[in-house]
């Protein structure tokens, strides 16, 4: 396992390596050949630039990107919790009918649909707003469908008990039914955070002030006009990089089990 492993570990550590590396290293040691593998001399001056230039307010975007993917997540599980427990415990006309639907609406390009949405969102006065980015993707298909599958599985014994002691439909689904999928929120919370998080052609699109951009619109200003600086972009890219290397390091083994968990669902 390791001779097969141990290629793919050195193909993804190096790149990641070589970004932190040349994020300490000064713009005239950028292009040197052969690489310089330690930045000789290192230095921080790349990082003081992007975060004291005030055109460049990284510090900012940072935050931004922060909010836009914590309520993003949350809205994404709030809104398919209740999506997937209608469509596994309640009965209404044409539930079959939406729910392939919406399975149908997956194998439909996001190209496709670019347009009408940024029209609606236009119609809607939602652009230049982290509205325009949260509730597009609040209509989560894969979360819909995954969660719909768990709360799918949990024994109807357990609500008509909790029905005959008097608890409503909206109470079942909140204290009984979604502490059992806790498993299933924490897999669609980490993909859905990551994605958010990552996300940069969407926001690109629908934002344009400079004070509510996010962190990977951010990294494409470093690297246009006069910002065109290997060790200003490498610096860029290491602080959108390291929340996400130091979230997987503590969440690693919750991210392999809401994999195999998302994987499972489908059975």
């Given at each position: ?40 001399p290192g230095t921080l001056q790349n990082f003081r630039k992007i975060f ?216």
């Open positions: 396992m390791w001779l097969i492993f141990l290629p793919l570990i050195v193909v993804i550590f190096v790149p990641i390596y070589y970004m932190i590396m040349m994020a300490f290293t000064t713009e005239a040691n950028q292009y040197l050949w052969p690489i310089r593998w330690i930045p000789q004291a230039d005030p055109l460049l307010p990284l510090a900012r975007w940072f935050m931004n990107s922060l909010f836009v993917a914590s309520v993003g997540t949350l809205i994404i599980l709030f809104t398919s919790s209740l999506s997937g427990y209608a469509f596994a415990r309640l009965e209404f006309p044409g539930k079959r009918f939406l729910f392939s639907l919406l399975l149908f609406s997956l194998m439909i390009p996001v190209a496709i649909t670019l347009i009408p949405a940024f029209l609606l969102l236009r119609d809607l006065k939602l652009l230049d707003s982290y509205h325009a980015i949260w509730w597009p993707a609040a209509a989560s298909v894969t979360g819909i469908f995954l969660l719909r599958q768990h709360f799918y599985s949990i024994p109807t014994d357990l609500e008509d008990a909790a029905r005959v002691d008097g608890a409503g439909r909206f109470r079942i689904y909140w204290q009984i039914c979604l502490p059992l999928v806790r498993g299933s929120l924490f897999a669609l919370a980490i993909f859905s955070f990551l994605a958010l998080w990552n996300d940069l052609f969407w926001p690109l699109i629908v934002l344009s002030k400079q004070t509510i951009l996010t962190l990977p619109i951010g990294l494409v200003v470093l690297q246009q006009g006069s910002y065109v600086q290997r060790g200003l972009a490498f610096a860029g890219a290491f602080v959108a990089t390291i929340p996400i290397l130091i979230f997987y390091a503590f969440f690693q083994r919750r991210i392999i089990a809401g994999i195999t968990m998302a994987g499972m669902a489908g059975q």
